[in-house]
C-alpha cells in the first residue's frame, strides 16, 4: 500500500502564531503528532508520505499516488479538510478520516470512504484488518479507552523538523475534572491515562536521534492529572536522562491550577527543564466558575496561585472565556485588571462555545439556544449559542478586552509584571545560544524597534531588561515576538467585528436574549 497522510492546515488565530514565526524562519509552530503516530501503528512494508499544510503545498501527484490519503484533524482545520477531501474525491483516491474533528461530527462529511474513530489504537487495527480480507467497513468507532503504554513511538523519519519551532509529544490522556464547555473527557475519558518512564524516555531518546534540540511540547491536555506517578516514576526518569544528554531540551506544557498546591511537583518540572504552562484560568468571577463548574479553579486566591507558579520558574499561559450565563457587566474590566495584575502575558481570551458531546451543548440544546455547529475558532467573535447577556454588548465587551491586553502599553507593562515574579532555576539547556535566536533578534531590532508603531515600548522592555535582569533579556524579546503575532491576529478580528455589526442578527436570537 502507498498511504499519504495529511495535515490540514490551520486558520490564523492566536494559537497558530504563525506572524511570530517569521522571526525564527519557522513555517509551523508543532507537527502532526497524531499523524505521526498512527503512521507508525501502519504495517512497516507499506509506502508512507506526510504533507502537513501548514508548511507545504499538496500537490495533485501525491494524491494520485496514493492508495489511500489519510486525514486527521481537529475542528478548528473543518475548511482546510474539506478542500482536501474535495479534491481526493475528484482524483479518485479513497479518503480515511480520523481525529477529534471526525469523531465528534462525522455525520457532517461526505465522501470519506472509511472513518477511523476514536482512538486509534483501538480502531485503526481493525480497519486494517478488515482491509486485508477486502472487506473494509465505513465506520470503526469505539468507546473503549486503549492503553496508550503500548502506542508505538512516532514516525519522525517522515518529518523535516526544520520548518518547525518545537516538536510535540503525549505523555498521557484524560482529565480528572469535568468542566461543562470541554470535550476532552468527551474524546480521552476522565481516568488519565499515562506512558510508563521508560516509554517517555525512549521517545526522548528517538527526538534526540533524530536530531532535534530545542523546544518540547507535552501536548497533555492536563500534565498533572496523575501527579503521584508523576513526581515517582516520569520526572525523575527524564531528569535522569536530560542531564545524561546535558539538557537538550525545553518543556513546556498544559495542566490545571492546583499545580500550585503542589512544591515538590514544581521543583521537579523545573529541574527537568520545563518552563513554560498553559493553564485554564477561565474567568475571575466565582459564580461563572460554580456555573462552568470548574471547581479546582474556586475558592482559591487564582491571582496568588499565578504568581507562585511563575515564581518557581515557569511562565503561565492562561486560557480564558467571556459569555458564560453568569458573566456580569463588569467582567470585561474584571477579565482585563485580572490578566494585567497577575502578568500572564500569553492570555488566550475567547468567547464561550459548546463543542458537540459535552455537557454544555446537551445543556443548551435542551433549552433551545444553538445556533451552529462549533467552528473550533473560539477567537473570531463567533458563538454557536444564544448568550445571555445581549450579543452587541458581549462581543463589543470581548473586542475591548482583546484591543486592551494586546494594545503594545498594555502588552509591555504585563512582560514587566511576569519579569518581576518569574524565578527560572538555571538550565544549561536554556541559556545555549542558537543561530535562529541571534537572526531572530536581528529581526526583532527592525520589526518591532523600528517599524512598529509600539517600539517606543519594545525599546523601553529592553533596556529596563538589560540594565535590571539581563538574564531574562532572551525572555524579553521572546515575549516581544509573541505580542507582534497577537496584535496581528487582534487587528484581523476588528475586521471580522466590522463585518458582524453590519450584519442583522439571526432570527432565533429572540428578544428574551436582547
Known amino acids: 500500500m502507498k498511504i499519504l497522510l495529511v495535515y ?12 511570530a514565526l517569521k522571526f525564527l524562519s519557522k513555517k509551523a509552530t508543532f507537527p502532526p503528532l497524531g499523524l505521526l503516530t498512527v503512521a507508525a501503528m501502519l504495517p512497516a512494508e507499506w509506502e508512507k508520505k506526510v504533507v502537513d499544510l501548514n508548511v507545504e503545498l499538496l500537490k495533485d501527484a501525491e494524491i494520485v499516488w496514493a492508495d489511500f490519503v489519510f486525514i486527521s484533524a481537529m475542528v478548528v482545520q473543518k475548511d482546510s479538510a474539506k478542500e482536501v477531501i474535495t479534491r481526493c474525491n475528484e482524483l479518485n483516491t479513497k479518503v480515511v478520516a480520523g481525529g477529534p474533528l471526525f469523531t ?29 480480507n477486502d472487506s473494509p467497513q465505513h465506520i470503526y468507532s469505539s468507546n473503549e479507552r486503549p492503553d496508550i503504554s503500548k502506542t508505538p513511538i512516532p514516525a519522525w523519519s517522515l518529518l523535516d523538523m526544520k520548518h518547525y ?36 524516555v525512549d521517545e526522548l531518546e528517538a527526538l534526540y536521534r533524530h536530531g532535534w534540540r530545542g523546544s518540547l511540547f507535552i501536548v497533555d491536555d492536563n500534565f498533572i492529572g496523575n501527579k503521584k506517578k508523576l513526581k515517582a516514576e516520569t520526572l525523575p526518569a527524564m531528569i535522569e536522562w536530560s542531564k545524561k544528554k546535558k539538557h537538550p531540551f525545553t518543556f513546556f506544557t498544559e495542566a490545571s491550577i492546583n499545580l500550585a498546591d503542589d512544591e515538590k ?14 493553564i485554564g484560568i477561565e474567568t475571575p468571577d466565582e459564580d461563572s ?23 518557581h520558574g515557569f511562565e503561565v499561559q492562561g486560557g480564558f ?65 444564544v448568550p445571555k447577556m445581549k450579543y452587541e454588548t458581549l462581543i463589543s465587551g470581548y473586542k ?46 527592525w520589526f518591532l524597534g523600528i517599524r512598529h508603531k509600539g517600539r517606543r515600548y519594545y525599546w523601553r522592555l529592553m533596556v529596563l531588561t538589560l540594565i535590571k535582569r539581563p538574564r531574562y533579556f532572551a525572555t524579553s524579546v521572546s515575549l516581544s515576538v509573541s505580542g507582534f503575532h ?16 453590519r450584519q442583522p442578527i439571526p432570527e432565533r436570537v429572540t428578544e428574551r436574549y436582547l
Open 8 to 19: 490540514p492546515r490551520y486558520p490564523d488565530t492566536f494559537w497558530s502564531f504563525r506572524h
Open 104 to 132: 465528534t461530527g462525522y455525520e457532517e462529511f461526505e465522501g470519506i470512504d472509511h472513518f477511523v474513530l476514536g482512538e486509534a489504537e483501538i480502531t485503526l487495527p481493525r480497519f486494517l484488518t478488515d482491509l486485508a
Open 165 to 200: 519551532s518545537a516538536m510535540s509529544l503525549q505523555y498521557s490522556r484524560g482529565c480528572p475534572f469535568d468542566c461543562d464547555f470541554c470535550d476532552i473527557i468527551v474524546l480521552n475519558g476522565h481516568k488519565p491515562r499515562t506512558k510508563g518512564s521508560q516509554q517517555m
Open 265 to 278: 511537583l514544581m521543583d521537579l518540572m523545573a529541574e527537568a527543564g520545563f518552563n513554560r504552562v498553559f
Open 289 to 311: 466558575l460554580l456555573e462552568c463548574n470548574k471547581h479546582q479553579n474556586r475558592n482559591r486566591d487564582l491571582k496568588a496561585a499565578v504568581r507562585k507558579i511563575q515564581n
Open 321 to 385: 472565556i467571556l459569555g458564560f450565563d453568569s458573566d456580569p457587566v463588569s467582567i470585561f474590566k474584571k477579565q482585563i485588571n485580572f490578566i494585567q495584575n497577575t502578568g500572564i502575558v500569553t492570555a488566550m481570551v475567547g468567547l464561550l462555545n459548546a463543542p458537540n458531546g459535552t455537557k454544555l451543548h446537551k445543556r443548551l440544546k435542551k433549552e433551545k439556544r444553538l445556533l451552529k455547529d462549533f467552528s473550533g475558532d473560539n477567537t473570531d467573535f463567533s458563538m454557536n449559542f
Open 400 to 445: 475591548h478586552v482583546l484591543d486592551t491586553i494586546y494594545s503594545p502599553r498594555h502588552y509591555y507593562e504585563r512582560v514587566v509584571a511576569f519579569l518581576k515574579e518569574y524565578k527560572p532555576r538555571r538550565n544549561p539547556g536554556i541559556s545555549k545560544l542558537r543561530f535562529t535566536y541571534i537572526t531572530g533578534f536581528l529581526k526583532t531590532l
Open 486 to 501: 497577537f496584535r496581528k491576529v487582534a487587528e484581523s478580528y476588528n475586521k471580522t467585528f466590522l463585518t458582524l455589526k
